[in-house]
Structures are given as C-alpha cells and as structure tokens.
C-alpha cells in the first residue's frame, strides 16, 4: 500500500511514520505530498497520479469530499482517502497530530487493506477508529 499524506500534515512527521513503519516489513510505502509533487500543488494535478500509483491519500483537507468536483475527481479516479477532522473552531496542535495518526494507524492500514476503493473514511478528534463518508 501506499501513503500519500496531503501537505497540510507536515513531512517531518510522514517521514517519522515511515520509519517507525519501516522495521514490520510490511509492503507499506509512505510519502509526502509536498516532497512527491511540490508545495502548493494543486489537488486536481496530484490526486489523479496518486491514484494511478494505486495511492491512498491521507489529509485534513475534508474540502476534497465536500466540494463536488473534488469528490468527483477521487471517486472518478477510484482514489482512497483518509481525512483527519480537526475540531470545530479551531486546528490540531502539532503533537495532537502525531498521536491521532499514530493511535489511528493500526486501523488505518486494516481498514484500507480491506476497503474497495473509490472509499472515504474520517476520523474525528473523539473519535480514533474510522467511519464511512
């Protein structure tokens, strides 16, 4: 499987998970948007080449499944994504975010392995296990 974490999860800690990933030896590749396809890019450019390497995107960016053409374009191009809803009013704190996706990615991976995609799950500041857009 691979991982594409959106720019608005820093690459110091997609970097991070991937070594901390790296010792399972599991078939889990994971990589930054920013670092992949630049800062700024725009999501109609990478998310069709992250579905064509067969990618799951992962992002707080809940926009994608709101906005029509956005939705349309990562079920057109039978992409998986992930989104990280931060609480109302206000953003995640950096080191909420790494215990949010380390608590969540055991069931991150599951989950993915088992969805068919195009597929949208969330998880939310209460909650660590996904649910279904």
């Given at each position: ?52 390497e ?29 989104f ?36 949208a ?13």
């Amino acid at each position: 499987m691979k991982f594409y974490f959106d720019e608005n999860i820093t690459p110091q800690i997609v970097r991070a998970l991937a070594i901390l990933q790296e010792p399972l030896r599991e078939e889990v590749e994971i990589y930054s948007v920013a670092d992949e396809f630049g800062r700024g890019a725009v999501d109609e450019d990478w998310l069709p080449k992250v579905a064509e390497e067969d990618g799951i995107v992962i992002t707080q960016d809940i926009n994608i499944h709101r906005t029509r053409h956005q939705r349309e374009l990562y079920r057109n191009h039978n992409l998986g994504v992930i989104f990280f809803r931060p609480p109302k009013g206000k953003g995640i704190k950096y080191w909420e975010m790494v215990s949010k996706i380390l608590e969540a990615w055991p069931d991150i991976k599951r989950t993915c392995e088992r969805a068919t995609k195009p597929f949208a799950y969330v998880i939310t500041p209460r909650r660590n296990n996904l649910e279904e857009l």
